[in-house]
């Protein structure tokens, strides 16, 4: 009798179980339903930019249509090369400094340099030299006539350089000052010829070769310094300690010039 009725409990237990689970899963969909609107209602949209509205993806393909540039987003979507500060195209250029000869061991010779040239592009220009020198002799030279009687009358030097250089700007870059600034720089190389008047009178033909930096402090004003180089043959008058004449003969001579001074350019660079 006992078994029987703990069937029928086991029985009844089976059937009534399962309802109440369902029950239970029907009432808590509920709240689920009602949890994931009230997120829906109070989560922001997010919409898109006017750049992404505006901008059309196809324009990607076209890459000579930049209608789409005007609605990029600014300093991200946008790359910017950067042209020469101080534009030299079409411009002239004046020069005014100041020289020394650094390989002479006879003589001290100084003296102030004009340039003047024209640039036909940001590459190639051309350009006039002068150089107005003033000489002194130093110590070893007139140690040399009254300590060891040796004569130096077979000793040219220049008094004055004029010629005419053909400029190549192959560098274009760029520095910090003490990471207080940016300067820009040209790096160039010249060539020419022209004429040194020499010591012995005469005048010599002279070639000029240089190496310098051009750097900008404004788009007129700039900073330039080089080395040049002039070579040159002379014809000088050997004589002895006593002053004898023993002869004349034709020597080379090479000085080596570094020149530091301002530039200005003009016209002022409108196509900027």
Do not use: C
């Amino acid at each position: 009798m006992l078994n029987k009725n703990l069937i029928a409990i086991l029985i009844f237990s089976t059937i009534l179980v399962p309802g109440f689970a369902k029950a239970q899963d029907l009432g808590g969909g509920e709240d689920v339903d009602t949890f994931e609107s009230e997120v829906g209602k109070s989560a922001p949209r997010i919409e898109n930019s006017a750049a992404a509205r505006n901008y059309d993806d196809s324009q990607d393909k076209n890459t000579t249509d930049f209608k789409g540039l005007a609605n990029l987003a600014p300093f991200q979507e946008i790359s910017i090369i950067q042209k020469r500060f101080m534009p030299k195209t079409g411009r002239f250029e004046l020069f005014g400094g100041g020289t020394i000869v650094t390989n002479d061991p006879f003589f001290n010779t100084m003296g102030g340099v004009l340039k003047a040239g024209y640039f036909l592009n940001e590459t190639w220009g051309v350009e006039l030299n002068y150089f107005g020198l003033t000489t002194s002799e130093r110590q070893s030279t007139t140690e040399l006539e009254t300590n060891n009687r040796v004569s130096t009358e077979s000793l040219a030097f220049p008094k004055s350089y004029m010629g005419a250089d053909v400029m190549w700007v192959p560098v274009y870059g760029k520095m910090t000052w003490f990471n207080n600034r940016i300067v820009p720089f040209d790096l160039y190389l010249s060539g020419g010829y022209g004429m040194t008047e020499v010591s012995t009178g005469e005048s010599a033909g002279t070639i000029h070769v240089a190496a310098g930096q051009i750097f900008s402090l404004t788009k007129s004003v700039a900073f330039r310094w080089d080395f040049s180089w002039n070579f040159f043959s002379a014809t000088v008058t050997n004589k002895d300690i006593d002053g004898n004449v023993l002869g004349k003969s034709t020597n080379s001579f090479n000085n080596l010039f570094l020149t530091v001074g301002v530039s200005w350019f003009f016209p002022e660079a409108t196509y900027r």
